[in-house]
């Protein structure tokens, strides 16, 4: 069983709807971060959270360390935000970074 | 503007090939690391380092090499060594190593083929 544990796998859906990404983890952590890449495969920081909820622009993340989950919330989904989404945790007490295999979420007009 | 650079975009490889990828970032950042990325896995962690001078190995170094001489920079060989050297290849940077759960900043990536 992988350490980083994301759902769903495959994702679609069309402009407009409300977008939910989960992110499970087995092992103890010191910060949840969450990355987006894109189809020519860079990847850029979306958020980093070890607590609580941070909002930027449409984009919405939580963290609940007591249950070992995090959510990430696209709202008023568009095309442009078709990507893969990525859960990364810091494992807690190393320098280590544990990456979850992905969602691919596609956004149709 | 600050950044991080990979080069080549693509890069392909023959048998028994040492090749180099190179990682050089403008944002005055200690750390740098080298994931490889394969279809439906997790980025893997190659080799990373703190601070000049000094590198660790990740999680899969077998059959890689790098090098820090200067902050800036950050290449990564791949020797004849690594048998299954077809990936997409990430260099990242971050202002301290990750203990302090500091973000980091990925370059867009080198795709590596096996002629």
């Known amino acids: 069983k992988n350490e980083v544990e994301q759902s769903p796998q495959n994702l679609t859906a069309q402009e407009g709807e409300f977008i939910t990404i989960n992110c499970s983890y087995s092992?103890?952590?010191?910060?949840l971060h969450w990355l987006q890449q894109h189809p020519g495969g860079g990847i850029v920081s979306l958020f980093m959270?070890?607590?609580g909820k941070k909002k930027h622009g449409r984009l919405i993340a939580t963290i609940n360390i007591q249950e070992k989950h995090s959510s990430l919330h696209i709202t008023a989904s568009h095309p442009r935000d078709s990507a893969v989404y990525i859960c990364a945790v810091y494992l807690y007490n190393t320098d280590k970074l544990i990456f979850g295999t992905g969602t691919r979420l596609q956004v149709f007009p | 503007d600050g950044g991080i650079t990979q080069s080549p975009k693509y890069l392909f490889r023959k048998e028994g090939q040492n090749v180099t990828l190179s990682c050089e970032q403008n944002?005055?950042?200690?750390?740098m690391y080298w994931y490889r990325q394969d279809p439906g896995q997790g980025l893997r962690l190659i080799y990373y380092s703190q601070i000049v001078n000094d590198f660790q190995k990740g999680d899969i170094a077998e059959g890689y090499s790098v090098s820090r001489e200067k902050k800036e920079s950050f290449p990564l060989t791949v020797t004849s060594a690594q048998k299954n050297p077809t990936a997409f290849y990430l260099c990242?940077?971050?202002?301290?190593?990750?203990?302090?759960?500091?973000?980091?900043?990925f370059g867009p990536g080198t795709r590596l083929l096996v002629l």
């Open positions: 944002l005055n950042h200690d750390a």
């Open positions: 959270l070890s607590s």
């Open positions: 092992v103890g952590i010191s910060a």
């Open positions: 990242a940077s971050s202002r301290v190593g990750a203990l302090l759960r500091e973000t980091q900043y």
